[in-house]
């Protein structure tokens, strides 16, 4: 099963482009795209979408991102994986 990334909507777009520019066959999408959560979907509701579709986040929020995995994988959930991103790339 190939790895499908989601890219939180606070990163800029040219992570999405460079992706798919390296590595045409990846799935890499964006909150906001097509049959993607919309923008502004909670950090909470995008995880359990994450763990729903089978898709790796990519984010660079690391303020409360951690405090909802932490509560995600409480509550029995899963997610098959987070990247977070420097803050400084």
């Known amino acids: 099963m190939p790895i ?4 939180d909507e ?3 777009p040219i992570y999405q482009i460079q992706l798919r520019r390296q590595e045409p066959n990846l799935v890499v999408w964006a909150i906001g795209d097509p049959n993607a959560p919309p923008k502004g979907t909670l950090d909470p509701e995008i995880l359990l979408w994450c763990e729903k579709y089978n898709f790796v986040l990519v984010t660079n929020n690391r303020s409360s991102m951690p405090v909802h995995l932490t509560d995600h994988l409480a509550q029995g959930y899963h997610i098959p994986g987070i990247f977070q991103l420097n803050p400084n790339m």
């Open 10 to 12: 606070n990163l800029e």
């Open 4 to 7: 499908k990334y989601l890219m």
